[in-house]
């Protein structure tokens, strides 16, 4: 630990990259969020973190250091809160500045889980209360998402995607509107910035569920946060002789403690639907096939008495185990006569397995995030004489929380009987076995270009379908544009993926995802399971593949197959937007006017404006909808209310049609005028982008 700290610090020391040395590293973090470990291990824990405190504050940085989720941190290390709210959190001296070292932005995805995501105004949320109740640094986790590439995935059952539902997506595009939420938020917190740095908040209670933190220039003047904390119900406040209207779960900034800016449950900027289009390729993918080796043909590494446990066996070389012993059948079993296939029963730690018996598959199992462990149990047929069972454990990522990881176990631990033979029950556990670790494919290198080469690959008709344990390979050139890329795998099941000898990661889109994926209302506490998609789908059907990884012509893709999938339906695709969305009020107020406000350039509050962009290179095609009144739904199935100005549509049509970027004043005037002039009106629109 000491040597690894030393390197990397010595490292930043010579380029001259800390503060203290002109650098831009104004912060330092050691340990993470190992408090919770401390409190299990006890007294050696405590020990261990004051030891990794006082190590680092030794190296001389000349910056601060923290550490996250660590209560009890010495001085002068400042500790920090990790979650996904933390205004609650006070350092534990009173000098030390409040810091949120990981505001959670969303979750990560798990197979078999619905993927988790975050509104943008419960974030907000979040993010204003910390604020207003003194906190000082925010830091976002994540902010941009990212992609588990090879087998790096950060736990068991954890998807490739670590998305984590970002502000900046998986493949770099802005996730509006979180993105420009979270944008418009930080700018009204930057207008309150000399009052926020004056002092601590002043706590005003206004209602049962509503209060305002007041922060006062010592030159005079101030900036306010009204908070409505009910989850349900809008509230109407008085604070310094005005009325303020404030939506569920939400908080008003002031930065003048007169004029809203910004209300984080109030979203001005646009909503962006994301599309994967097919990408045309010529020919499309062409695969050849090589069939693995498979049970009785695996050629043991040693022999044991006994199962072993597989991460231990493998040192995490490779997700795969075989573990391979004999049966010997007598040709007297009451089996052959009544029917009845004696039962093999097969437990394992986890976390994915294939059961062959005589070289055919006789099942498979497989676990989840919250119970890894496997219980297999069904009849498979034996015949007299000697007979071969093989089993091939699969690993789906390594423990990565909690303690004592030398106690979390893989693969077939047992016991591994055999039920229905004249004997009764035979225990298989502690007799012979033979182990193979990894793959023939994996030792001949088959994903690479040089590894690929050395067998015969089927080709046409000899392609197997539906087949496990089955390498498939084709080639491809690199389409044109600047588009994400990702390849759509639904079409198969469970294994891995390599371009040009790298490893784009696992895929299991046969894990089909289970969770909450009702409507998600953005008010209320919110935890990782509240809201999620793709239910009934795959938790993943799309992996990234990243333009650095492909040559302008022949990049080779090769696919490990290992629960039987069809290599045909799988495509490339780009990621761009297919429509874009905006929601706003008539008179909502908006930075972009209290600015203009406050410079003098206007003397009374102008009318918001709806901003619409598509992505670079594309431009709005079409307008899909558009009603200034009372519309009702969201972005992708809006519909008129009541109230709808019949020219709602004209002014896009005329303003943003051919452009990839467009401005529309949000204004009776511009949608032929105001049909209901005692309705509070807003506009909603969604266009299409190609």
Not at 170 to 179: A, D, F, M, N, V
Not at 269 to 287: D, E, H, I
Request: glycine share 10%; charged share 20%; proline share 6%.
């Amino acid at each position: 630990m000491q040597r690894f700290t030393e390197k990397i610090v010595g490292m930043m020391k010579a380029e001259r990259l800390f503060e203290s040395q002109g650098g831009p590293i104004i912060l330092s973090q050691i340990e993470n969020e190992y408090g919770p470990m401390e409190y299990e291990l006890g007294a050696p824990g405590k020990a261990y973190s004051d030891w990794a405190a006082k190590m680092a504050v030794g190296l001389g940085t000349g910056v601060p250091w923290v550490m996250c989720k660590q209560d009890d941190a010495p001085d002068p290390i400042i500790n920090a809160c990790n979650g996904f709210y933390c205004d609650y959190f006070s350092p534990n001296k009173p000098y030390k500045p409040k810091m949120w070292t990981e505001a959670w932005t969303g979750w990560y995805t798990e197979f078999g889980g619905a993927v988790p995501y975050r509104p943008a105004e419960d974030m907000a949320f979040a993010v204003a209360r910390f604020i207003q109740k003194g906190g000082a640094f925010i830091n976002y986790y994540m902010y941009h998402g990212g992609t588990n590439f090879g087998r790096t995935a950060g736990g068991p059952f954890i998807a490739t995607s670590y998305d984590y539902d970002a502000p900046l997506d998986e493949y770099g595009l802005k996730r509006q509107p979180k993105w420009g939420h979270l944008k418009d938020l930080h700018r009204a917190i930057k207008l309150c910035e000399p009052a926020l740095v004056n002092e601590d908040p002043t706590v005003i209670r206004l209602g049962n569920y509503e209060e305002a933190h007041v922060f006062n220039y010592k030159a005079g003047g101030c900036a306010a946060f009204l908070a409505n904390y009910n989850p349900r119900s809008y509230s109407k406040v008085a604070f310094r002789n005005r009325h303020y209207n404030l939506p569920p779960w939400s908080i008003s900034i002031l930065p003048d403690c007169k004029n809203t800016v910004y209300n984080t449950a109030r979203v001005g900027s646009q909503v962006s639907r994301k599309k994967m289009v097919p990408v045309p390729l010529l020919g499309g993918f062409t695969w050849q096939a090589y069939n693995e080796e498979t049970a009785s043909h695996v050629d043991s590494s040693f022999t044991m008495i006994g199962l072993l446990e597989q991460i231990n066996t493998t040192r995490d070389s490779t997700d795969y185990l075989w573990y391979t012993t004999e049966v010997k059948i007598d040709h007297s079993e009451g089996y052959f006569r009544n029917g009845k296939s004696p039962v093999l029963t097969v437990l394992s730690a986890g976390h994915a397995l294939h059961v062959f018996v005589n070289g055919q598959l006789s099942g498979s199992s497989y676990g989840s995030l919250e119970f890894p462990k496997i219980t297999f149990s069904q009849g498979v047929k034996l015949r007299a004489g000697i007979n071969t069972i093989s089993l091939l454990s699969i690993a789906v990522g390594l423990p990565n929380v909690g303690p004592h990881f030398e106690t979390w176990n893989a693969g077939i631990l047992g016991p591994v009987t055999l039920n229905g033979l004249n004997e009764g029950r035979r225990d298989l556990s502690w007799q012979k076995w033979s182990y193979k670790i990894g793959l023939k494919g994996e030792a001949l290198n088959l994903h690479s270009l040089s590894g690929s080469s050395s067998v015969e690959w089927a080709q046409g008709s000899f392609v197997a379908r539906r087949q496990p344990l089955t390498w498939y390979k084709t080639t491809f050139n690199a389409p044109a544009g600047n588009a994400p890329l990702a390849l759509d795998m639904n079409s198969m099941g469970k294994g891995q993926i390599w371009i040009n000898g790298q490893s784009i990661g696992r895929h299991w889109p046969a894990y089909k995802a289970s969770g909450n994926c009702g409507v998600c209302n953005y008010a209320g506490t919110f935890n990782e399971k509240k809201c999620g998609t793709n239910c009934g789908e795959a938790s993943q059907r799309w992996y990234h593949v990243p333009r650095s990884l492909l040559n302008p012509t022949g990049n080779l893709l090769v696919v490990f197959e290992e629960w039987g999938g069809d290599p045909n339906g799988i495509s490339l695709v780009r990621r761009e937007t297919d429509s874009i969305c905006a929601d706003i009020y008539e008179w909502q107020p908006t930075l972009m006017n209290y600015l203009m406000q406050a410079s003098g350039k206007v003397d009374r509050p102008q009318r918001p404006k709806v901003h619409l962009e598509c992505d670079a290179g594309q431009k709005i095609s079409a307008v899909k909808f558009a009603s200034f009144g009372t519309p009702e739904g969201v972005c992708g199935s809006y519909r008129e209310g009541s109230c709808h100005a019949h020219h709602s549509y004209d002014a896009f049509n005329r303003l943003c049609v051919g452009q990839n970027f467009c401005t529309v004043i949000v204004a009776p005037e511009m949608f032929g005028g105001d049909t209901c002039p005692s309705v509070m009106k807003k506009l909603a629109v969604e266009v299409i982008c190609s």
